[in-house]
């Protein structure tokens, strides 16, 4: 199957984001150095940070460390308590939160009944579509930077992503009545969020990645206009490619093949704090974590 004429979009949106990125990345960095930061805080503004996850799943064991290296250039100027600030990354063109209109409709997965759950590979309200791959366990552990990074409960997240084939629920041909892939859950007294996902294809022009919004609470976890954050999760090289020798992956393998992270239009420009902690293999399905703070 190809995909490539329905993920022009994609691309071309996501590119056209990155010189605000950019910005709002610098702006981050300055509020987190002086007297921003503490301006801020006076305000109740709130900043997103992450402490990333790790590099091979053959040397990531835990999502409990935390790095130093800023998300945008490397430098760890950004850090406090260990968590340097998390890029605010594009939605892209399907995010399924009301920001925009699938097939002539405002599309907007957060309004539906049973969006709430651990086990996204399934579609909702009526609709019966399941997806299938390898099975993907995504630990998003929101942290607080004024505390020394202590846990979080009772936010949530919104988190989904694409299909095997490169598809994205809601959106591409063939699956615009699913909703697969898309789901929220609350942060529990560890500060963690947990889904039960596959792990995603690789469609032509990006590097295999997960979407998610951070919102202050599953109440409010309705519609963007309450996110906190946009960010963007991805993986090393070498689960990639074990996922993609197996079936079911259409293209995946020679898209994924023909970018890398320092090529990719959104990573390019660091991803030391999006990058997951992975464990597992494709026999046992695997478990990718991401520790991620705000300034709370």
Known sequence: MHHDDHHHLGLAHDLSRLHQQAFERRVALRWLLGAGAASLAGTGALALVGCGGGGSSAAATTSGSSSGSSGSSGSSSGSTSGCSVIPAETEGPYP????????????????????????????????SGVATGVPLQVIIELVNTNASCADLSGYAIYLWHCDALGRYSMYSSGVTGENYLRGVQATGTDGTAQFQ????GCYAGRVPHIHFEV????????????????????????SNTAVYATSGYGNSATNNA??????????SDGYSTQIATMTGSVGA????????????
């Not at 023909?258 to 990573?267: R, V």
């Open 285 to 296: 399905g695997y478990v990718a974590r991401l520790k991620v703070g705000i300034s709370a």
């Open 96 to 127: 399924g939160d009301g920001s925009n209109t699938a097939n002539g409709s405002v599309a907007n997965v957060l309004a539906l009944s049973g969006v709430v759950r651990n086990d996204i590979r399934s579609s909702i309200a009526g609709a």
């Open 197 to 200: 996902t596959i792990y995603p």
């Open 258 to 267: 023909s970018i890398s992270l320092s090529s990719d239009g959104i990573f």
């Open 215 to 238: 919102y202050r609470s599953t109440t409010t976890a309705t519609n963007w206009n309450n996110k906190l954050r946009t960010s963007q999760l991805c993986f090393p090289s070498d």
